[in-house]
């Protein structure tokens, strides 16, 4: 099996066990629709995390997320060649794993009348809309994550761990900064299922929210960047010049958030 399909069938895991556990939560007369919540939602992705791993890390090295790709390109352990092709795959899996979400709980769309609960089955959207604030809440979870991605590959683990640890970052990540936007934290984990949510016939799905999307995707793009720029910078001491340029554009995303929300 090739890097692609690696890639393809990891990220496809991942939003199908992923999403599959927020459809189950929200979604009416599902077995899991009471008594469960955003602990449930938090430990079920980390797991779907931890069992994508498993599944494609030997064959693409699992990152299953664009912004761990660009991350890894810039820090120099993955090739820049093979960018493109990992993201491609790592969107058309997301984009069947949404698919598999919608086939496994057909029934319970046409009984659920929330059209935002819909939506939430397959992207994310913000608590209190907000531009720069959900725009600076995905940079810095995604920044924790790839950064923590790196810290977890320069330590020995016993073999076999390491999936286990990423799953526990991810819950990490969920539980302290998932409340404001969901933490897509992944722009193949947002914009594949926002497209199959637009495309597939789920009854009474109201709008994709077209307009919130691009945050899900340069959002995570941007945290990728800084979490491998700030890993270089402290711990490979070759900061190039676009690691600056990140650490300015991050720099400027939290001056606009604090500008914006004072002037409300």
């Not at 999403?19 to 189950?24: H, N």
């Not at 899900?216 to 690691?243: E, T």
Request: aromatic share 10%; charged share 10%; net charge positive.
């Amino acid at each position: 099996m090739t890097a692609f399909w690696g890639e393809l069938i990891g990220t496809m895991i991942l939003v199908f066990l992923g999403d599959g556990v927020v459809a189950g939560v929200v979604l009416k007369q599902t077995g899991t629709e009471k008594n469960a919540g955003g602990l449930l939602i938090n430990i079920a992705w980390g797991l779907a995390v931890v069992m994508a791993i498993y599944a494609s890390a030997s064959i693409s090295g699992a990152h299953l997320n664009p912004a761990v790709t660009l991350g890894l390109a810039v820090e120099g352990s993955f090739p820049w060649e093979k960018v493109p092709g990992y993201i491609i795959a790592q969107i058309l899996g997301a984009m069947l794993g949404a698919a598999l979400v919608w086939m496994h709980y057909l029934p319970h769309w046409r009984k659920t009348e929330d059209a935002a609960a819909k939506l939430g089955s397959f992207c994310t959207s913000p608590a209190i809309p907000s531009t720069w604030s959900n725009l600076l809440s995905e940079i810095l979870g995604t920044f924790v994550l790839v950064a923590g991605v790196l810290f977890i590959g320069a330590n020995k683990f016993a073999e076999g761990l390491n999936p286990i640890v990423v799953g526990a970052l991810v819950i990490s990540i969920g539980m302290s900064l998932g409340g404001t936007t969901g933490y897509a934290i992944n722009p193949a984990r947002d914009l594949g299922p926002r497209l199959m949510h637009a495309i597939l016939p789920i009854h009474g799905k109201g709008g994709s929210n077209w307009g919130y999307a691009w945050i899900p995707v340069l959002g995570p793009v941007l945290g990728g960047l800084f979490g491998a720029a700030f890993y270089c910078a402290a711990f490979k001491q070759n900061c190039n010049p676009w690691m600056w340029g990140t650490f300015v554009a991050v720099a400027a995303v939290m001056l606009m958030a604090v500008i914006n929300e004072r002037k409300k």
